[in-house]
């Protein structure tokens, strides 16, 4: 478990033969009704095609990413792919740092300075943390064909054999949102010897809502948002955790398939009221899409959807999370964010707990210093645990 060196760099065959495919793209006509409607626009995604064909430019993106050491270690039967970017201060802690789907690591870009060196911001070195953070199983560089798929548990336990056996962190904190924040809570339930604490930027809550005989209004309209999301928004669920390969076969032979499919959960899951280059730039947007592209990872990235769907819930029955938590509660995150009453229930011991006042569902990607701050503040007092 010696982990090697890394550096992204996609061969410029596969750079021209992108080019030439997205050059061939036939889009579909556009559905009666307002853009967006009923799924990607087609003049929207007609536009960011032309841009991704002509002036995208992939090797700046490879620049930024290499700009942060980074490994990959063969763990659990694959190839891990890890940033390790070392904190600057006087005791940095460990922070393993989670994504989610559609996203990667170039989610993180602009936030792992923040935490790595919050001096640098104008913050204080002392709330400087090590930052750990991998490429999913199945995702992106953790991603080789035929290789062994991972559930959400089997990401937590190989995870934590990073931290601990090949990293030599004993305990560490996790940090993580989509995915991520349900493979912290899963790590905070199984690995919680291991887990000091975790702030997440999503609650993993039951789709069932557990409301009380005398609900709250707060409680009621969280409920009705659940209902509403998953008649009009989880649609994407069902089709990755039911027939993943059947889909797989689109979205790895056509990138604009590709693109439309993510683009789209970019705009209607971010606070971007409706521009959805309001909230991202494009090339952060295409650098994302590009690196499913390139590493041909989207089937297998449908994978936890498909173990989550024929599988138990991240947190079982009986058990609770109750390791220190922290939440940073963005307005515009799927949903809605809880009420922390019905959140308690499940997490019992939330230490913190910040209405945030703009953001989404990436916001690591939409927020960074938001979301850097609120994840030193809840750590400071923990940082003597771990």
């Known amino acids: 478990m010696t982990p090697q060196p890394f550096r ?3 061969d410029d065959a596969d750079i021209a033969d992108l080019r030439d495919r997205l050059a061939r793209t036939r889009l579909p006509d556009q559905a009666p009704g307002a853009p967006w409607a009923y799924g990607t626009d087609v003049d929207y995604l007609r536009d960011l095609i032309a841009y991704w064909r ?9 620049d930024r990413l290499n700009a942060f050491p980074q490994f990959k270690v063969a763990l659990h039967g694959i190839d891990l792919h890890y940033l390790h970017v070392p904190g600057v201060g006087p005791n940095p802690k460990p ?10 690591v170039f989610e993180f870009i602009d936030i792992v300075p923040r935490l790595t060196n919050p001096a640098l911001f104008g913050g204080n070195p002392d709330d400087a943390f090590t930052v750990i953070a991998p490429s999913l199983p199945g995702f992106g560089l953790s991603f080789s064909p035929n290789q062994k798929r991972f559930s959400h548990l089997e990401m937590g336990a190989c995870f934590t054999d990073l931290m601990t056996n090949v990293l030599g962190f004993p305990r560490f904190a996790v940090q993580g949102g989509d995915w991520g924040a349900i493979i912290a809570s899963a ?5 919680a010897a291991q887990v000091a604490c975790i702030h997440l930027n999503l609650l993993p809550l039951r789709p069932d809502v557990p409301l009380s005989p005398n609900p709250t209004p707060e409680e009621t309209r969280y409920a009705a948002n659940v209902t509403a999301w998953m008649k009009e928004e989880a649609g994407y669920q069902w089709i990755q955790g039911t027939r993943p390969q059947t889909l797989a076969f689109g979205l790895t032979d056509s990138p604009a398939g590709l693109a439309a499919w993510i683009v789209e959960k970019f705009r209607a899951w971010s606070d971007c009221d409706g521009n959805v280059e309001s909230a991202f730039s494009r090339d952060h947007i295409l650098a994302n899409i590009a690196l499913y592209w390139f590493t041909g990872a989207i089937g297998s990235s449908f994978w936890p959807y498909y173990t989550r769907l024929h599988g138990a819930w991240a947190i079982p029955d009986g058990h609770t999370v109750d390791v220190p938590t922290g939440y940073a509660a963005f307005p515009r995150e799927n949903r809605g964010p809880p009420p922390r009453s019905i959140a308690e229930k499940t997490y019992t011991d939330i230490r913190h707990w910040t209405e945030m006042a703009k953001g989404g569902h990436f916001a690591a990607m939409e927020q960074p210093e938001a979301l850097a701050k609120d994840v030193q503040t809840f750590f ?4 003597s645990t771990f």
């Open 8 to 10: 992204l760099h996609v």
């Open 54 to 62: 002509a002036d995208f430019d992939w090797r700046a993106q490879e």
């Open 95 to 104: 922070l393993l740092l989670l994504h989610g789907w559609p996203g990667s």
């Open 187 to 191: 790590m905070g339930v199984n690995h």
């Open 380 to 383: 400071r007092p923990l940082r």
